[in-house]
T-cell receptor, first 111, second 115 residues
Framework: GQQLNQSPQSMFIQEGEDVSMNCTSS?????WLWYKQDPGEGPVLLIA?????ELTSNGRLTAQFGITRKDSFLNISASIPSDVGIYFC???????????FGKGTKLTVNP | DAGVIQSPRHEVTEMGQEVTLRCKPI?????LFWYRQTMMRGLELLIY????????DSGMPEDRFSAKMPNASFSTLKIQPSEPRDSAVYFC?????????????FGPGTRLTVT
């Protein structure tokens, strides 16, 4: 089946630092979504991207839909302790209602 | 607005018992998805419905798993008989297909432990 390669697998950073993570695929996607999952909770949608090259922000979060439509990036600026969690990318293939998920990036922020 | 509601939040059962997980999607959404999450396999899509009709159940692991959606506001995922390897967190998600936009919203999940 389709796979998304999400990296890095985990990150340990100091409060105030900026964070970058990305997802790549061999397939072209119509939509890219970024989710955050806190322990014991379901994934929460952070940002949705619909056009190649699109750059979208949500507070300190900025995500981009890669120009090739095969990748996406998520940046978090000035990290804070509540940014801790697992971040997932998800892609939607054309003609399908299903999402393909990455394995997640576990973020730890040291105060 | 209420999000996706799942119950129970936690379920502990013995091997061989029947387990039923419940989901109420966001009102007005026309798609409902059941996922399973484990450390080893990540998030796996089990089955999804469109307007209460099952569209793709290719992710259902075996015949012990079944899902129904009797109406637009309720769905169940049943495991009978349950086995220890079914232990996982099960999520329900819903979405509204609007042509150019597509977003899935997840419930809080049901943590299932089969002993």
């Amino acid at each position: 089946g389709q796979q998304l390669n999400q990296s890095p697998q985990s990150m340990f950073i100091q409060e105030g630092e900026d964070v970058s993570m990305n997802c790549t695929s061999s397939s072209i996607f119509n939509t890219w979504l970024w989710y955050k999952q806190d322990p014991g909770e379901g994934p929460v949608l952070l940002i949705a991207l619909y056009k190649a090259g699109e750059l979208t922000s949500n507070g300190r979060l900025t995500a981009q839909f890669g120009i090739t439509r095969k990748d996406s990036f998520l940046n978090i600026s000035a990290s804070i302790p509540s940014d801790v969690g697992i971040y997932f990318c998800a892609g939607q293939l054309g003609g399908s209602e299903k999402l393909v998920f990455g394995k997640g990036t576990k973020l730890t922020v040291n105060p | 607005d209420a999000g996706v509601i799942q119950s129970p939040r936690h379920e502990v059962t013995e091997m061989g018992q029947e387990v039923t997980l419940r989901c109420k999607p966001i009102s007005g959404h026309d798609y409902l998805f059941w996922y399973r999450q484990t450390m080893m396999r990540g998030l796996e899509l089990l089955i999804y419905f469109n307007n209460n009709v099952p569209i793709d159940d290719s992710g259902m692991p075996e015949d012990r798993f079944s899902a129904k959606m009797p109406n637009a506001s309720f769905s169940t995922l049943k495991i009978q008989p349950s086995e220890p390897r079914d232990s996982a967190v099960y999520f329900c998600a819903s979405s509204l297909w609007e042509g150019s936009t597509y977003e899935q919203y997840f419930g809080p999940g049901t943590r299932l432990t089969v002993t």
